[in-house]
């Protein structure tokens, strides 16, 4: 696979005799493919049934006959006014029971049926159009699911959809109440129907109730997804994507991912350290205008697994953006350098967003290739600069990583639901435990629950891993040398209760949490011969042996041949320490790498990234302020 | 008296087969007392009128035949989903003017007389059924009124009942603006069903208004409250109680407590450090997993005068909860020496909270004596090694204190209404001064407004007492040699204007608050010779000799010989110097303690509690780590 | 001028027999002025129509005897409840939806056409029976507008007169949609009954969306107010007068003023520093009790201009107040020194607020010049020693500055629409220039954008002021020597656009912004020499010189010989700086000052204040904690 370029691009904000110069500078570029469409429905169809399609015909063709394969996008994310008028119960409502309305985007509830009609609708009108138009390479359906916190309504489709649900999940509303242990607290109903949505109660609901909404809400957005789906793969070849978030975690991206062609993703590495990351104020500070090290390289891995191996960015952050609560520009190189370790982590296409910066509406403060007076955006020629470099590298194809992460929505849904220590999420301990796999200079892959293959890993790892069942643990144990879980899994049953095997409740590895801590931020629990354990602490027992200690004699780290428990949340010491044991155990090298410079193995090259502001020497190779040195692995050297 | 053990348990939540060993175990344990039945409405009457007691019989049965005395709880802090649909405006409604929905408990508006109906209805049926029972020996009403907020409900039951308490109050609305002073801003009414409940105004509301509604609230729970005891008193002979929560202030116990038989609370020592006390983090730090070594002793003693010396710790907290913002474990020994605690206070009961931890719904994470697959949790041990402690000791009886506390539930709605200076409250004074007599080794009482004692103590501390009118003056006097006022006392009416008497208004000290200041946290008003004020300062005139004065000339204490005036809110040193003064005058004996241990006299016994991780040795006694000492009174010592 | 003294009084507060002899107090305490009556509707007109002017009459009658000069207050920001019975929907709503309730004050929507007759109604009553009463000398129209962020109003009836408006403004809906760029994310309308507020949106709406809300909220403000001067000219001669408060910029009030005769505002020294100034702790502990040594000047200055010319302080804090998140008393001497820093900044009277302290309701804890028993307060004897000061002062006439500042309240507005940056707000940043160039001892004017005069300034500064047109350029050459712009200065048109000739857009200096960044607060951009910019980063190009660069090369300031650009938001050192080389290129002397110290030229005198409580000497003046030092100029000295 060659990896390419793209843009996104919208000739609706733009004088028509503006398209052709503008995609020849797209060519000119570098730049191979060109998003459009997906926020156009007003121009597509400005009142209701009065399609015009004509513009987009001629947009097609204009950036086609250039040269450029077009991504065409369903504008599902953005229903015009009239819509609002045809659907008035279609706005999503929010946890105060707010309707949230018209005037941005995204403002629907994934459990409208009418509104999943009218996006049916639409997209077999584009998919009868333009399905077999051979500029059209690609489709894009909606944008952005998730994003502005919309998978979640508590309107009245979502109550209906959710009680009938329920009725699916559960058969009977007596098996529901057992399974939800409704009797505590007399929470116990007499019918689907009186099952309310779980916001505006005296104090938490059940976590059980949470849990199912948190569920559904997830599958609305896979039906809601695949309505599209079902109505476009008749009328068309080219392959269907989504461009997912980075850190939205609120629906199963595997399950969406399973009835489209390639996982995309919009990769904005500043704007996501600055607002979604727990680290401290001077990593923020140190990569204020690189992006976390490691947030990129995560998601690229992560939809890697999403997308079965395809996948893209769509939009890649090309200069300050508009929407985070401090906006820095990126320090020279650092389009490129993001460009590249996408490329590195198995990117198809990276695509910039956005072509020219509008100068109107929401986001007219955030950057693109061009500024909105038409002059090169700082960008502009380290786009350029990372076509000529694709075009040095040539084909790219992936190496399976030696180590591979679980990951898995509904963990997140569950320990939001009850974080039991304000300083536990799930992102954040599987974040970390990523972060500390690759200092060790590892490539990652990610893993479904459903997707554990034979054969296997070296090392698998599975912390905070909600429910384990035995089929779980046997695949999981089949596909790998070593497993290690923990902390916080196979805490669960689905249904939220407590096993009653215990937790973990491992048939291989005689372990049990006997009691559970969580600790403020400034206290942790020393481990014997350093690091420590912080947020979440199992306390173990069991048989099997110690591992690792902690300072006061109760175990840090259980296991025997094949499966670890580790018994806290580690801090960045003890993760080092627990890698390194577990690396010597199945005999895998690792890299310890300097703070900032981070390393990823393809079949053809390895890749050496520099996220820092200083040059780094690293294993005989310099590697300049954000910039990549790549390596051709036939001419083998140390790194 | 002879103090025992009890525990809280859910025969509901488990399989019957399982009630006669848990019976046996509680034994077994040294527990005497068990208490059940109050969330399990669901299960009494799952659908309205349908009542079902046989399993309730037979629990009871079991339990009772094992030798444990049961205190039975009428379910209504836990009305079944169908008593919504019989009374669909029962719900409170929040500042918001969102209803309170279904989904947890507590969920019911106090001013709602058809649920309260209801209540007395459910009541009168557990009455007829168990009233007799002979091992039913005490009877709880509700649970935790006012946990989660609920108190105070913007319903239109609660407007209603305002308007109605109100013209009650004030017999026209004439005599309510002239008391409100609603001249102010034009806000005068015309009659009393133009009075709308305080919330959601532009600014704030007249505090007139808002305390007037407050004192409501507080009634309506009084009222709620008695009209269970109004049932279940010809019904049985066994005592009432209700179990009531760690600074919650919104109603008046007092008032509460008068109608039943026993105070009883709900003591979480770590959820409670973590939640709710404005401590420093080194404080919250140094006991994180033992709680502050004030909290609960200020509650026993608080509960003791609020159920007119007889009271208990109904829920116990044995290992880590579920709601704190963090939720480590407790030290080892901590749960025995907060039950030691509680018996040299004067409990006559400890129960644990709960038998076995559940391994469903809201409080799964929340641990038991015993774990959800039925291991003993560490409590277990610590409990049983309590009842023998117990059985050492025998008889505890209760040595009234030297020294009092006035606590006025009124002055914490009137301080919150209108605190002046973010830091201010009444509960953080109180607290405040508790705490410096504990640290003088003395123990205390508290009393209410209505109960001050003849003949009386050697002191008598009313700090922050809103409101004091002449007799209560004169019984002050009266009850003690020396009573300490101020800050902030006498200085408003009741319908919360400044009186005309001036502040404090004191017949008996020539003393006036002419000004009144709050200072932000990092700022202090040091006392010549040390010490110094925080947060408020009353600025003092009056003839009353100055017995300190500020840096800055002005008096921080003035006083005759029987009555002394505090003008600000002391730090931990001045609060020393001012014990010490006190002490000096009326010739007390102090005991100055190290940090974390504490001493209680009962008239047996010296019990001495170490709340530190670390050996004190105090006065020639070693006292380990969360320990307790307990020095037989017989054989004096200089402790 | 001879500037004179007043008092807020409320009669209606107290028994009439009091009325004579307060008068005579005040006039004893050098009081010529006295204000009444703007909160005493429902003692006008208890019931509807229901005229009780009697009380009224007498008080102005015995005050005006006094020799007393009366302010007469419309009571239309406190409606009384019959008023809310008769317009039910008069409230305003907040964002969240819900009606904003009765009870406190300004509880009125500004676009109820039926409330604004109301006011009309009254006023003209008034107008009728005292426009010709020789006592009364002013009128004060409503009370403080703004306050409580009450200019905002997402009602109904704003909704309907919004959507007027935005017809009036753009004529078609599709000239708005292009104005605004509806295009982007298909937020085209077909009406302008389509046109919703926006509030609620699922992402943020439209900035221009929200632009236009907001100017039409401003507009509102000067209609409501204009009713009221209509009905009042024909009945009166006395100068119409409105009570503004500090850093509200809610609505324009530029525009308010145009149709006053005299603009009053409302000074909290002590409050403003606590609840709306972002300076650094030590800052605000240095300053607890004096305020912010150029909050004050700063509004005193910006008034004068709002009133051309003619401007007063309505209120000034007298003692602790009572609504700040801390209320210390001032420092003694503070009540004077603000009241004669009013004076050297040109107001014609200072009148104190209140007289005496009310005993009740909602500012009950606010001071007066008495305490609520009759007491003097400390401020009385500065009161009379102020007095003293302006006798022998005579008469005080302003000097023009050499130095103006643009201040803009759309540009406010603007930036909170669209902030970029959390650390970016408009009122800091021209705060921020005011404060660098009254730390260099210069006199300061404010200009609004329609009254640049000729002839002109030595400099003009023109931060953060969000669009420029040529017309605006232009004045602005003309009116000065040196005009500096930016950061954000000419950044979007009217329709918030980024400008098509570009950002800023000037047409006299080759200067352009092809970027922007925002940093966070700990983050700053080294000048070379010295400084920093803060906050917000324009980055520029175009051939004007840089006349100070970042210290990674890119321009810090760009200019020409009349026209400048700062790249950046200055920090402390940074604005030194800048202020010294704009002061040398126009040869404008400039007096450093230490830290506390603040100095103003009138005709006849230069005034020094110390803010600080330290004695200050500079250039041979002895000035002492909290003392002006008045130097008369026909004996000019260094200073
Ligand atoms: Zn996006
Ligand atoms: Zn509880
Ligand atoms: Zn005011």
């Keep these: 696979m060659k990896p390419e370029l793209g843009v996104c691009y919208y000739p609706e904000h733009w004088p028509e005799e503006m398209w052709a110069k503008d995609a020849t500078r797209m060519v000119e570029t570098g730049l191979t493919w060109v998003r459009i469409g997906e926020f156009a429905w007003s121009r597509m169809e400005p009142t209701p049934g009065d399609l015009r399609f004509d513009w987009l015909d001629r947009a097609i063709e204009v950036l086609g006959s250039a040269g450029l394969k077009v991504v065409l996008g369903t504008p599902t994310a953005t229903p015009p006014r009239w819509m609002l008028k ?5 706005l999503a409502v929010d946890a105060q029971g707010q309707p949230r309305k018209f005037g941005s985007r995204r403002h629907y509830c994934f459990s409208h049926q009418g509104y999943i009609q009218e996006c049916a ?6 998919g009868e159009r333009y399905g077999r138009n051979p500029h059209v390479a690609a489709w894009q359906i909606d944008n952005e699911y998730g994003c502005h916190d919309t998978t979640i309504s508590y309107s009245q489709a979502a109550l209906r959809a959710f009680q009938h649900w329920l009725e699916a999940q559960y058969g009977s509303v007596d098996a529901l109440n057992t399974a939800w242990g409704n009797v505590f607290w007399s929470m116990e109903y007499g019918s689907f129907d009186q099952i309310d949505l779980p916001n505006l109660t005296v104090t938490e609901p059940n976590p059980a109730h949470v849990l199912a909404f948190r569920r559904f809400s997830s599958d609305q957005v896979a039906i809601f997804n695949k309505a599209q789906v079902d109505v476009l793969r008749p009328l068309t070849d080219a392959p269907l994507l989504h461009n997912y978030m980075g850190r939205i975690l609120d629906f199963d991206h595997f399950k969406v991912g399973e009835d489209l ?46 997308g079965r191996g395809r996948w893209w960015v769509m939009e890649q952050q090309p200069g300050p953006v508009n929407w985070a609560p401090f906006n820095p520009a990126p320090l020279p190189g650092m389009v490129r350098l993001w460009s590249l370790e996408a ?6 296409v990276v695509s910039y967003f956005r072509w020219r910066q509008a100068p109107f509406a929401q986001e007219q403060m955030h950057a693109g290739l061009l500024t909105p007076n038409d002059k090169p955006a700082p960008a502009l020629s380290e786009v350029r600069q990372t076509a000529d470099d694709l075009a040095q590298l040539g084909t790219v194809t992936q190496t399976r990583a030696d180590v591979a992460i679980l990951f898995d929505y509904a963990s997140d849904w569950a320990w939001q639901t009850q974080p039991q220590g304000a300083g536990f999420n799930y992102f954040r301990l599987v974040f970390s435990a990523y972060r500390a796999l690759r200092r060790a200079g590892l490539s990652v892959d990610f893993l479904s629950t459903r997707d554990i293959p034979e054969p296997g890993y070296k090392l698998i790892f599975a912390p905070g891993l909600a429910t384990l069942d035995s089929d779980l643990e046997h ?47 400034n206290v942790h629990r020393t481990v014997d011969g350093g690091g420590a354990a912080r947020h979440w602490i199992d ?8 591992l690792l200690t902690f300072t006061d004699g109760t175990p840090a780290l259980k296991g025997t041949d094949g499966l670890w428990y580790l018994a806290g949340f580690p801090d960045e010491h003890l993760w080092v320490w627990v890698v390194e044991m577990a690396a010597a155990k199945v005999k895998l090298d690792i890299h310890p790498l300097p703070e900032g410079l981070r390393r990823r193995e393809t079949d053809q090259y390895v890749f050496l990234t520099n996220y820092t502001a200083a040059p780094i020497n690293w294993n005989n190779h310099d590697i300049a302020p954000c910039d990549v040195v790549i390596l051709k692995k036939n001419a083998p050297r140390k790194g």
């Excluded at 490329?343 to 198809?348: D, M, Q, W």
């Excluded at 290690?484 to 409740?505: E, M």
């Design 121 to 126: 609708r639409i997209a077999r009108i584009m």
């Design 343 to 348: 490329v590195a982590h198995g990117a198809e």
């Design 86 to 90: 045809k659907h008035p119960d279609m």
């Design 475 to 521: 695949r999981l144990l089949q596909g790998c040398d070593l497993a290690i879980l923990g902390p916080r899994s196979g805490a669960i049953t689905r249904d939220f209760q407590i096993p009653k095997a215990g937790r973990p409740g491992l048939s291989g590895l005689s372990c049990d949490v006997d009691l559970v801590e969580t600790l403020p931020p």
């Design 261 to 306: 062609d390639i996982a995309t993703w919009d990769s904005y590495p500043i704007g996501f350290l600055s607002d979604r990351l727990e680290v401290d104020e001077a990593h923020k500070t140190a990569f204020l205008q690189q992006g976390d090290p490691d947030m990129q390289a995560f998601h690229h891995d992560l939809y890697r697994a999403v």
């Design 539 to 546: 306390r173990l027992s069991g048989t099997a042996p110690d």
